[in-house]
């Protein structure tokens, strides 16, 4: 695709459930972001990766969070036993190269949990 | 740690006014800083960007001037239009050995204008 593509677009989840949110990059994009976007607020940091490494989780807010991208391409950011405090728009972005190259952003996923 | 402040919105304008929006940071080394803009519905874009002290990034009529002096990157227009309503981010990306290329961003600011 033309863009970073991410889905579901809307997740509503019960607390205590899993979710999995989807990550597809623009094609041959080297490095690989997760954000958390809480309501009213700047992006935060979440995870990065080169290529199938994942080589900074320094922002993963507690171990219920998880992210891989096994093949180098598609990621998949998973939250286990969601809280309410879990609801956010997570935000991923990709780009070609690993230093100082344009960061590319999908639209987002916005969770609710309830 | 590193961080990023920028003014709060919402900041209303009748169009072709004159914008600042205020951006410091604080940081270890020589970071990167960028503009980001978030049009309603959209993904965050890149606006413009400095690498280094005194560069000045320039898209669309908006610039910053990388300021080290003063840790700013503030973002101005001579003449806002209504296309330009969107929520601003300042980010700034670590430059020293070993960091991520991560992007650290500030709260945003909402820009309205009006017809």
């Known amino acids: 695709g033309a863009g970073v593509s991410q889905s579901p677009r809307y997740k509503v989840a019960k607390r205590g459930q899993d979710v999995a949110l989807r990550c597809d990059p623009i094609?041959?994009?080297?490095?690989l972001f997760w954000y958390q976007q809480a309501l009213g607020q700047g992006p935060e940091f979440l995870t990065y990766?080169?290529?199938?490494?994942?080589?900074?989780k320094s922002g993963l807010p507690s171990d219920r969070f998880f992210a891989e991208r096994p093949e180098g391409s598609v990621s998949t950011l998973k939250i286990q036993r969601t809280q309410q405090e879990d609801s956010a728009v997570y935000l991923c972005?990709?780009?070609?190269?690993?230093?100082?190259?344009?960061?590319?952003f999908g639209q987002g996923t916005r969770l609710t949990v309830v | 740690g590193d961080s990023v402040t920028q003014m709060e919105g919402p900041v209303t304008l009748s169009e072709e006014a004159f914008l600042t929006i205020n951006c410091t940071y604080t940081?270890?080394?020589?970071?990167?800083l960028f503009w980001y803009v978030q049009y309603p519905g959209e993904g965050l874009q890149l606006l413009l960007k400095?690498?280094?002290?005194?560069d000045k990034g320039s898209n669309k009529g908006f610039e910053a001037t990388y300021r080290k002096e003063t840790t700013s990157f503030h973002l101005e227009k001579g003449s806002v239009q209504v296309s330009d309503s969107a929520v601003y981010f300042c980010?700034?990306?670590?430059?020293?050995?070993?960091?991520?290329?991560?992007?650290?961003f500030g709260t945003g600011t909402l820009l309205a204008v009006q017809p």
């Open positions: 972005a990709s780009s070609p190269g690993t230093a100082n190259t344009e960061a590319f």
């Open positions: 094609s041959g994009h080297v490095s």
């Open positions: 990766f080169q290529n199938e490494a994942q080589l900074d």
């Open positions: 940081a270890t080394g020589y970071p990167s």
């Open positions: 400095a690498t280094k002290a005194d």
């Open positions: 980010a700034l990306s670590p430059n020293y050995g070993g960091a991520t290329n991560k992007l650290i």
